[in-house]
């Protein structure tokens, strides 16, 4: 069993930038696709991004494209999510998830359903 460990979140100014970490344990790392979801206050969460299992394919929600990008290194069982050009819409508790689905296109539709979930970490960004 996989458990996620979300770290990185804090207070940053808009236009600056942030790099989430999710940390997993288990010996399974590799074979989960990963994933970074938000939820702002009084929101439903959403999807921001996701990578395949191997690194080689990644997908992102339309808010986030050319400004965020997520990335793995599985020698540290970590996946990340580099956040440029921050606005105060993207103030929200950010979580990873894994779950086995390799078609990262259907990971929008399926927040409900995913495997495994941290326990998410708040990134707050001022105006």
């Known amino acids: 069993q996989v458990q996620l460990v979300e770290s990185g979140g804090r207070l940053v100014q808009a236009g600056g930038s942030l790099r989430l970490s999710c940390a997993a344990s288990?010996?399974?790392?590799?074979?989960?696709?990963m994933g970074w979801f938000r939820q702002a206050p009084g929101k439903e969460r959403e999807f921001v991004a996701a990578i395949g299992w191997s690194g080689g394919i990644t997908y992102y929600a339309n808010s986030v494209k050319g400004r965020f990008t997520i990335s793995r290194d599985s020698a540290k069982n970590t996946v990340y999510l580099q956040m440029n050009s921050l606005k105060p819409e993207d103030t929200a508790v950010y979580y990873c998830?894994?779950?086995?689905?390799?078609?990262?296109?259907?990971?929008?539709?399926?927040?409900?359903?995913?495997?495994?979930w941290g326990q998410g970490t708040l990134v707050t960004v001022s105006s």
């Open positions: 288990g010996r399974t790392f590799s074979s989960y696709a």
């Open positions: 998830a894994a779950d086995h689905l390799s078609l990262l296109s259907s990971w929008p539709d399926r927040t409900d359903r995913l495997e495994l």
